[in-house]
């Protein structure tokens, strides 16, 4: 039963995309934020990469900023337990008791 509940979900997920689409005639209007693009003038080194990743493909403009992010997270959180190390400070993982 509950594999079969599952599958429909699934199914049903699968044809929103055809069923949004099959009113006919005219798509959906593009979205105001979608149709900016960023002025390249002035830009160098990696603004002006940034920039033509957006302008070009949002998607992966998204997931390398995603990326980014993570990566940048994880550096602040090693630097951190270097510099608590340093100054003499107890760092390891929280042991969780249930």
Known sequence: MKRSVQGLI???LALLPS???AGGGEGLEVPEAMGKKVALEG???ANLWAAQLYNDNLWLYALVSTV???VVGVTIAFGTDLILKAIGMEVHKIEHKE
Do not use: K
């Open 10 to 12: 699934v199914a049903i």
């Open 19 to 21: 069923l949004a689409s």
């Open 43 to 45: 830009l160098t080194g």
């Open 68 to 70: 980014v992010m993570g």
